[in-house]
């Protein structure tokens, strides 16, 4: 990654965070032995009005390696959680939605909380804690 890339993702990512240029992108997990979607893994995606996609390669290890990857990832598990609890509002049965999470996510907020206060229950909670992001002091 170039430095000028990375001294715009140290610049724009709240403001990418804030107006919504960082956004959930849902894949689909679809179990093999029967071809029907079981889950989705939620992407976070970054869609700038200039310069267009920029890769989550190219602004995660940016983040992480700042500590401030549990900004982009409250930002996710915020728009999975609405989600989440509109399809509950709604009557309908949510889909399983996986988030990543970094070991910081647990030391730098308080993400239990966080979910909470979308009214989701235990049993409809996942999260993947991803590599990276080295967990200092733990």
């Known amino acids: ?16 965070i804030e107006y919504h240029e960082i956004q959930a992108f849902y894949q689909p997990v679809i179990r093999t032995s029967t071809r029907q ?17 920029i890769y989550p390669d190219e602004f995660i290890p940016v983040l992480e390696r700042e500590g401030l990857i549990h900004l982009l990832d409250t930002a996710i598990l915020r728009q999975v959680c609405a989600q989440i609890r ?5 009557g309908e049965t949510p889909i399983p939605v ?16 966080l979910v909470a ?6 049993h409809r909670r996942a999260g993947k804690v991803r590599r990276g992001a080295p967990a200092r002091g733990l």
Do not use: H
């Not at 509109?86 to 709604?90: A, G």
């Not at 206060?117 to 235990?122: A, C, E, L, N």
């Open 98 to 113: 996986s988030v990543n999470l970094s070991r910081l996510d647990f030391t730098l907020c308080d993400i239990f909380t």
């Open 86 to 90: 509109s399809s509950i509002v709604k």
């Open 1 to 16: 990654m170039g430095r000028d890339l990375e001294a715009f993702v140290m610049q724009n990512y709240e403001k990418a």
């Open 37 to 53: 979607l079981c889950s989705f893994e939620a992407l976070a995606r970054w869609i700038d009005p200039e310069l267009g996609m």
């Open 117 to 122: 206060v979308f009214g989701i229950s235990r």
